[in-house]
Structure formats: C-alpha cells, structure tokens
C-alpha cells in the first residue's frame, strides 16, 4: 500500500510527459523502470477486453483478475490529473505564444526522431527509403490544407465523435511506445487543440468518444502493433520516424504555430524560438540516455539477482 502514493506520482510525471508533443510517456516509464510492468498490464488488460469482445464473459473475468489493478488504477489517476492540472495552461500558451511553443514542441519532436533512430537495429536503403517516402507523403498531404484544426481555439464541437474515437485509438498505441508521442500524433491528425479544449471545457461526449477510442485502441491495435513490432520492427520504426519527420512541417513556427502548415518566414523573435527547439531537443535526448542507463542498470542487476540462486 505505501507504494501507490509513488505510483500516483510516477503517473503525473508521465502525464506531464504525453501532454506534451514530442515527449513519450513510454520513455518515462523507462526511466522509472516500471515500463515491462506497464507493458505487462495492458497486454492483460488487452485480453481481458479482446474476450469480452467475443462474448467471453468469464474469460474476461479472469484476465481481468490477472490485472496488477493497486499498480494500473494509481497510475492512471496521476496521469488524468495531470492531463487536468496542465491542459489549460498549455492551451492559453499555444494561444498567447504560438511561435514560441510550436518552437518548444518542433525541438521535443526532433528529440524523438534521434530516439526512434537509435531504435533501429538495421539501417539499409530499404528502411531509408520506407522512412523517406513516409515522411515525403506526410510533408505533402498536410501541405495540401493550408490550416489546422489543432489549435489552442478549436472548439470541441468542431469535428464529429467518431473523429475524437479515431484520435484516441491512434494516440494510445503512440502513448505506450519508447520515442513516440501520442500527444505528437495527436498534432499530426490536428485533434491536438480539440482535444485540449474538450479537457478544459469538460465537455463529456469528445472525452467519452476518446476514452473509448483508447479502450478499442488498447483492446485492437496495441496487439497489431506488437505483432508489428515483433515480426518487421525495423520496418515500422522506419514508417514511424518518417511520420514524425514530415509532420514536423505542422509545428513548424511561422507564420501561425500549429495553426497554419504554411512555411513562413522567420520573425524577430527567432533567437527565442531556436534556444526553446534547442532546449526541447536536448530534453529528449537527455531523458533517453538517463532512461537507457536505467534500464541497463536494472537489467544487470535481474541478472546478477539469478546468477545468485
């Protein structure tokens, strides 16, 4: 029991992380070193409402059994309070500042994208040239608007249910991997803002319609993408960071933040702009090796720990 106020607090600490573009709550989890746990648990979780989706009740009852809930329940409360506490905040940010967060957030991202690159064990001119088409499709589509709808003014009631559904599914899978972001994907499908103002607005059916999104999500794609993962990761790592890549044309800062995939000029206040991307950037790569080094440490000492029985 004495551990769940910790686990609180190691969920708003991620939280804060997948709130922000750029920065995975994954990778916190590393540095927490309760990543395999939280793994572990969703893949629970996971089966529990795959066989609740098939009609089977008492298999689902028994995977559910199997769910570390004193571990996932506080988890999940720090992180929606952190969701709650921060949201209005960076919302009045990206509205009073939106060059100089769409900064902060380009640098969080490129962050992520030297992340994802280390993630590749082979690098051969057909990862090269599934992440460059990826991300030469993703520059241009989004080039094809010359708007967003993920700004910090985008109304909740601007896009249908099944859109906040689609939104969530999306970012949860995002959410649970080391270097990528769901708040990032969340950019990239221009829910960002929406998404926010439903949060500070408490406007119910956008959230309800994302909540279920990430249960689907959970339930469906976290097990494709396992699969994904297992059988072709490098493949995948490659179409990821070429999406992340080319979606870094919608935080591109001028003219308008995240509220314009125009590729403005840059303004007077470009020294503030580069030293937040600079900062931003740095962020990631620090956390990542503070996380790696965690991990390795960890590891050492599982095995140490069996070389001892």
């Avoid at 804060?16 to 893949?43: H, K």
């Avoid at 298999?59 to 988890?75: K, N």
């Avoid at 995002?174 to 708040?183: D, F, K, Q």
């Avoid at 935080?251 to 937040?276: E, M, Q």
Wanted: glycine share 12%; proline share 4%; net charge neutral.
């Amino acid at each position: 029991m004495r551990e769940i106020p910790f686990t609180a607090l190691r969920g708003f600490v991620m939280g804060m992380a997948d709130i922000v573009p750029g920065v995975s709550g994954g990778t916190v989890a590393l540095v927490f070193a309760i990543y395999r746990r939280l793994v572990g648990a969703i893949r629970t979780a996971s089966t529990a409402l795959e066989r609740l989706a098939r009609a089977d009740v008492a298999g689902a009852r028994r995977a559910l059994s199997q769910v570390e809930w004193t571990f996932i329940v506080p988890l999940l409360g720090g992180i929606l309070a952190a969701v709650a506490t921060l949201s209005g905040p960076i919302e009045r940010l990206l509205h009073d500042r939106p060059e100089e967060m769409s900064g902060l957030f380009l640098g969080l991202v490129a962050g992520s994208t030297v992340v994802a690159w280390q993630l590749l064990t082979t690098r051969d001119v057909r990862r090269l040239g599934v992440l460059v088409a990826v991300a030469a499709v993703t520059f241009l589509a989004l080039g094809l608007s010359e708007t967003t709808t993920g700004s910090a003014e985008a109304t909740a009631g601007g896009h249908a249910l099944w859109v906040y559904f689609l939104a969530g599914a999306v970012a949860i899978c995002a959410m649970i991997l080391p270097g990528i972001s769901g708040s990032f994907m969340l950019v990239a499908m221009g829910m960002y803002g929406s998404v926010l103002g439903a949060v500070n607005d408490r406007d119910l059916p956008p959230l309800v319609a994302v909540a279920l999104g990430c249960v689907v999500g959970l339930a469906l794609f976290s097990r494709l993408l396992h699969w994904a993962l297992s059988e072709h990761h490098d493949t995948v790592t490659a179409a990821l960071i070429g999406l992340m890549v080319g979606s870094l044309r919608v935080l591109w800062p001028w003219p308008d933040g995240v509220d314009s995939t125009v590729l403005g000029s840059p303004d007077g206040r470009l020294g503030v702009v580069v030293a937040l991307a600079l900062g931003g950037l740095a962020l990631v790569v620090a956390l990542n090796a503070l996380a790696k080094r965690l991990e390795h440490r960890s590891t050492a000492d599982e095995i140490d720990e069996l070389r001892s029985v």
